[in-house]
Each structure stands twice: as C-alpha cells, then as structure tokens.
C-alpha cells in the first residue's frame, strides 16, 4: 500500500524552528520527485519546495528561500523539510507529496498523486 | 512567477449536473497542468495531469482539457463526494504554482 506519513509539526514561536518527516512505502522511493505543500487555515494549497529523484536540484518558494531546506533520504525512503526563522504567515497544515512524473510523447509531467495526512505547524507567541 | 487564476471562485449545483470550472495561466504553460479535488479536512486527490490525462484510479466522471493558457475541468454528473474545492495547478516552471481554488456547493 502506498503511504505517506508526515511528523514533526507543532507550536513554535516566532523565529523558532522545526524538522518535518515524511516517512514512505509501499513504492520505489528513489525513483520519485518529492514535494512539501501547504494549506493555511481556510486558505488555498500553496506549494512549498521540490527535491529531484537523488536531490540534485531542489526549488523552493521565494517567501521560504533561505529559511527552509528540502532533503530527502533515500536509504530510509524520508523526506525532509528543515523550517528556520519561522514566521505567523508559516502558520499551515503541511502536506507531503509524490510527484508521480509521467513522460507523454518524450516531455516529462509532473503530479501529485500521493498525499500524506498532512503535519500541522503554528507560529504564534 | 506564473500566476493561475480559476474561475468561478464557487459555484452551486445539484447532483447529476454536468459543472466547468475554468483555470488561466499567466503565461504559456503548454499541456503542464494538474487538476485537484480535495475534501473537507482531508488531503488533495489528483484528478487530471498533462492538462488531460487521467492517473490510475482517479475517479471517473472527470476530464480535462486545454493549453497554453486557457484549461477546463468538466465533471459530467456530479456525485455527491463531489462537492469539495478544486485546483489547479502548473508544473511548466518553478514554482508549480496553484490556482486560488473553486468551491463546488450542494444547490
């Protein structure tokens, strides 16, 4: 069975940091782009950072850059997202993802067709 | 950044209706677009990927359609796990930006 399981939110004040975990299996890990979205209260998805098949790249929102760091390992099949300097607006249910990535007519395509339950974070004082 | 803008914001209607919901890109984005149901309290489900196509074990009734900058996702015969939020997505160029969302309400 495919599953996704993330750990790690909490409360934390601001400038306070936190470590995410997204624990997988039930498929090839190393084989997948992994993605970190999130959702805050009553508001749209907003996504956060993407980390290649063997975290050669990785790309993050601007309004994260510098503060959150992308890592995944593939010897445990985990993703990670490391959230530093944290801000009231960071304030969201966030939610790991597969990128299940498909090749149409020699062009890659991304997707998200796992999800994890999701972690909660507030940043409050 | 591209921007995705879907329309309408909400929409209501009863089930067995056939819905459209509209998504646009700020710029060309090809076929790279992802389309999304999601629940109260639960997790997005993929519906729709390369603007079209249908992943294995997506729910039926849903298809897509459109590039460049222009997509639809049409729901023939609303169900009632149907009425959620929707979202698009493009996966043309980081950040994969989503679109604002569209409620779908019992009528």
């Known amino acids: 069975e495919l599953q996704l399981v993330e750990s790690g939110g909490g409360l934390v004040q601001p400038g306070g940091s936190l470590r995410l975990s997204c624990a997988t299996s039930?498929?090839?890990?190393?084989?997948?782009?992994m993605t970190w979205v999130r959702q805050a209260p009553g508001k749209g998805l907003e996504w956060v950072a993407s980390i290649k098949r063997d975290g050669s790249e990785k790309h993050y929102l601007d309004s994260v850059k510098g503060r959150f760091t992308i890592s995944r390992d593939n010897a445990q099949n985990s993703v990670f997202l490391q959230l530093n300097s944290l801000r009231v607006e960071d304030t969201a249910v966030y939610y790991c993802a597969r990128e299940g990535g498909w090749y149409l007519g020699g062009d890659f395509y991304f997707g998200m067709d796992v999800w994890g339950q999701g972690t909660t974070v507030t940043v409050s004082s | 950044d591209i921007q995705m803008t879907q329309s309408p914001s909400s929409l209501s209607a009863s089930v067995g209706d056939r819905v459209t919901i509209s998504c646009r890109a700020s710029q060309s984005i090809g076929t790279s677009l992802s389309w999304y149901r999601q629940k109260p309290g639960k997790a997005p489900n993929l519906l729709i990927y390369a603007a079209s196509t249908l992943p294995i074990g997506a729910p039926s009734g849903f298809s897509g359609s459109g590039s460049g900058t222009n997509f639809t996702l049409t729901i023939r015969g609303l169900q009632p796990e149907d009425f959620a939020v929707y979202f698009c997505q493009q996966s043309h160029t980081f950040p994969h930006t989503f679109g604002g969302g569209t409620k779908v309400e019992i009528k």
């Open positions: 039930g498929f090839t890990f190393s084989s997948f782009w």
